[in-house]
Structures are given as C-alpha cells and as structure tokens.
C-alpha cells in the first residue's frame, strides 16, 4: 500500500518568503508527526497531531512556524518569513493512533529539503 | 524528560565481521525504544522495536538488539555486516505518555561505512 507521501521534495525559496510543506499520511492513521533534521540539530520533533488537533506544539522553533491537518488525513506545515537557518529537511511521518503497543509505531516519509537562499 | 545518546557518532568495520552500535537512553516513563535506518536520499526505515515483551529484540536484516534496565542501554547489533548495511542509523525513544503522544526523541545519529 501507499506510504507516507511528503511534496515537494525539494524546495529553494529566498529569504523572507513563506512556503508551504505537504504530507500525505497513510490511509487511516489518526496521528501525524512532523519532525525537523538539519546538520547542526539532528532530528528534533515539531509538532504531533491527532486528527485534526494538535495537542503537542512545543517543537515548533518560533511563531514564524505553523501547521494545519484538515480531514484527520493532510497537513501542511507553513514557514512564514523564511530564515537561512530553516534550511533543513523536514519529515512527516503518521502512526495508526498514539497509545498501544502496535499503535505507535510511526512511519515516515522520504522529507522535504528545504534551502532558504 | 527523555534524552537519547549514541555513543558513536560513526563506525568502520569491514564486510562480514560484526556490527555493535551503542545508545543509552533516559526515561521519565516506561519507554518504547527503536532503532530506525536512514540510507541516503532516503526515509527513515524502522530496523525494530522494544516495547517490554522481551528485552532482546530481533528486527529486520538480522539486526537485533537488547534492552538492559540496569544499564538503561539499548545496543544494536548483526553478526556479520553487508555492504548493503551502510547507512546512519538513530537509537529512538518514546515516553508511553498519552499527553505526549508518543513523540519521538532521537539520538544524533551514527553513522555505519562497510569496508569491502
């Protein structure tokens, strides 16, 4: 079956610019997860959503970040006013719920690389 | 709060001799601990998972690791490396904490080159 489908996979933006990040989750799994993997940080996680909630924002680096899930299935993560240092691949990753055992286990997407110019 | 180390941040070791990549782990809660792989240009893969039915843990492309409490440790091992096997891997852990939602914290990584 599909997987973890994130677009585009590349995007070079200049300074200042928003851009908009896709993730299409597996089909019906109720979490989704973004996470961020840039050189100085390593993978660090973003934001969690269950459905269309998000109950886990705490990783999110600024205000300049947001992010939306409509229909328990899409998000979008959106950088407004785009800085260098958001330079990074982005990675989404959906798990069937988020309690139990089989549940939780999450799989990922193959990222978005984002250069801010 | 939970916080993952790798001890190494990369590792050689030539084709057909054994694999030992260390992680140590801190926990608040009961965690779930994973190894996943990352190829280049690629996803993150889940290589395997422990989540207190046994602490060794036998997962994919005869990877296994095993789980030590005393030593709050979580090693990943195969007995004889492939070429193929060359990849960064993340020692994972996630709190069994609802409120968390089972957001993943990784370890920084070690990266495995195969020598022929």
């Known amino acids: 079956g599909a997987g973890v489908s994130q677009s585009p996979s590349n995007k070079v933006t200049e300074k200042g610019k928003d851009v908009e990040l896709r993730c299409d989750p597996i089909?019906?799994?109720?979490?989704l997860y973004w996470y961020r993997q840039s050189l100085g940080q390593g993978l660090e996680f973003l934001i969690y959503f269950q459905g269309n909630s998000a109950p886990d924002k705490s990783g999110l680096p600024s205000d300049r970040f947001s992010a939306e899930r409509t229909g328990g299935s899409v998000s979008t993560l959106t950088i407004q006013r785009t800085q260098q240092e958001d330079s990074a691949v982005y990675l989404c990753?959906?798990?069937?719920?988020?309690?139990?055992?089989?549940?939780?286990?999450?799989?990922f997407g193959a990222g978005t690389r984002l250069s801010v110019l | 709060a939970q916080s993952v180390t790798q001890l190494d941040s990369h590792v050689s070791v030539s084709e057909g001799t054994p694999v030992l990549l260390r992680c140590n782990y801190s926990?608040?809660?009961?965690?779930?601990l994973f190894w996943y792989v990352q190829h280049p240009n690629k996803g993150l893969q889940l290589l395997l998972k422990?989540?207190?039915?046994?602490?060794l843990v036998k997962g994919i492309n005869g990877f296994e690791a095993e789980f030590k409490k005393s030593e709050t440790s979580f090693h990943l091992t195969k007995p004889s490396a492939h070429m193929s096997d060359a990849a960064e891997y993340f020692c994972?852990?996630?709190?069994?904490?609802?409120?968390?939602?089972?957001?993943?914290?990784f370890g920084g990584g070690t990266r495995v080159l195969v020598k022929p």
């Open positions: 994972v852990v996630s709190d069994r904490n609802k409120a968390a939602g089972n957001k993943l914290t």
């Open positions: 422990y989540t207190s039915a046994a602490t």
């Open positions: 990753a959906s798990s069937l719920g988020s309690s139990g055992v089989a549940k939780n286990i999450q799989y």
């Open positions: 926990s608040s809660y009961s965690p779930s």
């Open positions: 089909s019906g799994h109720t979490a």
